[in-house]
């Protein structure tokens, strides 16, 4: 018999390097839910959007992902919880001005620091800021304050693909497709 060695990582210690797995999970499922309209699209590809195509997914310059008008942290007003993590948490909000709904995620400075995290938040943050693809959230603006990081998304709403797949346990192919 061969000698075999066991290792245990407990709960609070994934969740310390990693994060909870429901988040984990969460996130990854997110970058799949994200469809802006069918014109929204064509008038991406009609104007030229991207500068350029690696693997499907379209690199923007990142004059291409800005607004025609900066949008103020001051401008949104919080009108609901969309989801709460370790952290910090997603709401839903509204531009005052033009009545735009975004999704805008708050990230715990703290934690970020405390679990060495920042360059993972960096990487994010400009992944997101140069990616155009129909399948990703698109990052319209960053903000931050004393205790938090902000970024405001591109609202997907119809509830969560990862609650979906734990009640059913495993897809069928059809259902994968």
């Known amino acids: 018999m061969s000698n075999c060695t066991l290792l245990k990582l407990d709960r609070n210690a994934?969740?310390?390097?990693?994060?909870?797995?429901?988040?984990?999970?969460?996130?990854?499922?997110?970058?799949?839910?994200?469809?802006?309209?069918?014109a929204a699209q064509a008038a991406a590809v009609a104007d030229g959007d991207a500068a350029a195509s690696h693997d499907g997914i379209?690199?923007?310059?990142?004059?291409?992902?800005?607004?025609?008008?900066?949008?103020?942290?001051g401008d949104l007003k919080a009108v609901a919880t969309l989801g709460k993590g370790s952290f910090g948490h997603v709401q839903l909000v509204q531009h005052r001005k033009t009545g735009a709904t975004y999704a805008l995620k708050a990230v715990n400075k703290a934690q970020i620091v405390a679990t060495g995290q920042q360059s993972h938040v960096l990487s994010e943050k400009r992944v997101m800021a140069q990616l155009n693809h129909p399948f990703l959230v698109r990052l319209h603006e960053t903000y931050k304050d004393k205790d938090r990081l902000y970024f405001l998304l591109q609202v997907v709403q119809g509830g969560e693909l990862f609650s979906v797949l734990r009640e059913k346990t495993l897809f069928d192919e059809d259902t994968a497709r």
């Open 14 to 38: 994934f969740s310390l390097l990693l994060g909870p797995l429901e988040d984990i999970m969460k996130k990854k499922v997110e970058s799949y839910n994200a469809v802006p309209p069918p």
């Open 58 to 73: 379209l690199v923007a310059p990142p004059a291409a992902h800005a607004a025609t008008e900066a949008i103020e942290f």
